[in-house]
């Protein structure tokens, strides 16, 4: 598999693209390196002459989390950041320690999915969608279980949460979580596992369009009723291992 690092460069010349910043590096003098995502050439790494100090001409542009038109220019040497104009610095998910620590949480997951994977424009998008529903307010538990959810349906390895895992059937009632995924009850019976209570809940946050979910989200508060959204990430980053 071709990592992202070892992606062809581009011809010598201009270009501009919309992404974001996964991350950034100090290098030398006044310079920074950026790892930029941006649509149609996924991952790169980008030198950002001139970042640094009070001269720092790119402004909010570099800061990690942001999205930016991005004005770069393929010399001989590299790829180099002439200009960027700010499209959402989320400032209001910054401000939250605890969203903010989703967040950041999801863009290492990204990060580390790219570096194995080529095709990125649909992952852009669903890093996008779970910046505007972390911006939107809707508890971070739920959107971080959809980003989870919903990139390794991206990448073919998400579990369905509409049919059983071994016989390939509708769940029906009181479906069991297994290592694969969900089983119906007839497939689960056998297992120790306590029946899935909550499907519904998980279903939603999962599949609902961006639209319908931030609506529905908003209306979930943060109680324990809630709490079991922790469980369910940790059982989806369990399927990520399959996927290197
Ligand atoms: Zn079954």
């Known amino acids: 598999m071709i990592s992202a690092y070892e992606t062809s ?8 693209y919309g992404g ?4 950034r590096r100090d290098t030398c003098g006044s310079s920074q390196s950026l790892l930029l995502f ?3 050439i996924g991952m790169r790494w980008v030198s950002a002459p001139g970042a640094t100090g009070r001269k720092n001409r790119f402004g909010g542009a570099i800061e990690p989390m942001a999205w930016a038109e991005f004005h770069l220019f393929q010399s001989v040497k590299g790829l180099y950041l002439q200009s960027a104009e700010v499209r959402e610095d989320f400032l209001a998910v910054r401000s939250s320690p605890k969203r903010l620590l989703a967040s950041m949480r999801c863009y290492k997951r ?3 999915t790219l570096m194995a994977e080529h095709e990125s424009n649909q992952i852009l998008v669903i890093l996008w969608n779970t910046m505007l529903a972390f911006n939107e307010n809707c508890p971070e538990q739920i959107v971080e279980y959809r980003f989870n959810w919903r990139l390794l349906k991206a990448l073919g390895l998400a579990p369905s949460l509409q049919s059983c895992c071994e016989c390939g059937l509708p769940l029906g009632e009181e479906p069991r979580w297994s290592s694969n995924g969900l089983l119906c009850s007839r497939c689960g019976s056998g297992t120790a596992n306590k029946p899935v ?3 519904l809940d998980i279903q939603r946050a999962a ?3 961006h639209h319908r979910f931030v609506q529905w989200a908003k209306k979930q508060t943060y109680n324990d009723n809630m709490n079991f959204f922790g469980e ?5 980053i369990i ?3 399959n996927f290197s």
């Open 9 to 16: 460069k581009l011809p010598q010349g201009y270009y501009t």
């Open 20 to 23: 974001t910043v996964l991350l």
């Open 38 to 40: 941006m649509r149609d």
């Open 110 to 112: 990204v990060k580390q």
């Open 197 to 199: 209570r909550e499907l």
């Open 207 to 209: 599949m609902l369009d």
């Open 232 to 236: 369910y990430i940790k059982k989806l």
């Open 239 to 241: 399927f990520f291992t």
